[in-house]
């Protein structure tokens, strides 16, 4: 029989499964709102990042034609008659990302390869992290190393090399941007099916011709992939060239001469003696609006590449 302190305690412990299931129904239709705010944090980030750019720039464009600062090539922010043309800031940026992507693209390719069609799953697990430390070495001692050692070096080849110019950082950029080429090219090639492999071995083909053949146009989408990527980390790369490019604002094709990067004046602008609300110190944020497109343009280039050329198996 049951008596009538454990008919009470049945009840206390149905109130106590009611008040439980109470709140968890609660805390579940938290969750999801909560997570809908962490989700929109880099949406409204990015908002506030445009609203920022773009109000400024157009304070910016209301003192400077818009034609004179995308089409003029000479930029004097701080002289008596200021002249404000950013295309000097747009060759340093792509001549230096540019001798980048010469250095990084056919060694991080060949790295990819190396790694996933020749190594052994060993050796692979030590080159693989031992390459990506590379990914983690601080951009400041990149631009120490290039302006203190490659410069000297290639000083030795290039007599009329300057002291501060934009093949040393370019060069440096390169290696810094291989760990992401690799790493990135690698897993789209170890992404393509073992089946295609072996029915190429089947017909005969050797290593070489099934990587050339089978395995690069298969993972052809990941790896261009990885080139814009790479091309878009150099753009945005600041400590290198600002160390290592110098501050001479030249529209120029010589590689040997100082150039400077848009990134590289972003920092003299706001590290200099541009007055809060001068045409210099919003000629910043026109510069930094220009970058933020351009970078924009290559990520939605290798969003386009990745879909145009992605094959699903």
Do not use: H
Not at 95 to 121: H, K, Q, R
Not at 187 to 209: N, W
């Amino acid at each position: 029989m049951i008596t009538i302190k454990d008919k009470s305690n049945i009840r206390e412990m149905i109130e106590q499964n009611q008040k439980s299931n109470l709140l968890r129904r609660k805390v579940e239709r938290l969750i999801p709102i909560f997570l809908m705010l962490l989700a929109s944090l880099s949406i409204i980030t990015t908002i506030g990042i445009i609203w920022t750019l773009l109000s400024e720039t157009v304070e910016f464009f209301k003192r400077v034609p818009l034609v004179d600062f995308y089409t003029g090539t000479v930029l004097k922010p701080l002289s008596q008659n200021p002249e404000f043309g950013v295309l000097p800031l747009l060759m340093g940026t792509v001549t230096s990302s540019l001798i980048a992507m010469i250095v990084a693209a056919p060694i991080g390719l060949m790295a990819a390869i190396y790694l996933s069609e020749y190594a052994s799953p060993k050796v692979r697990k030590v080159v693989k992290p031992t390459l990506e430390l590379l990914a983690g070495v601080p951009t400041i001692v990149y631009g120490f190393f290039a302006f203190t050692f490659v410069t000297p070096l290639l000083r030795e080849f290039i007599p009329n090399l300057q002291a501060t110019n934009i093949l040393s950082p370019g060069i440096v950029m390169g290696i810094m941007i291989i760990p992401m080429i690799a790493s990135l090219s690698e897993d789209a090639m170890s992404s393509v099916p073992r089946s295609m492999r072996e029915g190429a071995y089947g017909l005969g083909a050797t290593k070489l011709e099934v990587t050339r053949r089978v395995v690069i146009p298969a993972a052809l989408s990941g790896i261009i992939s990885s080139f814009v990527l790479g091309i878009s980390r150099a753009i945005g790369e600041t400590m290198i060239v600002t160390i290592a490019s110098g501050s001479t604002k030249n529209f120029s094709f010589d590689i040997t001469q100082s150039m400077q990067t848009m990134t590289a004046y972003i920092v003299e602008v706001t590290g200099g003696d541009a007055a809060t609300g001068s045409t210099v110190y919003y000629s910043l944020y026109a510069v930094a609006m220009t970058l933020f497109v351009f970078t924009l343009l290559m990520n939605l280039l290798a969003r386009f590449v990745s879909k145009k050329f992605r094959e699903e198996y």
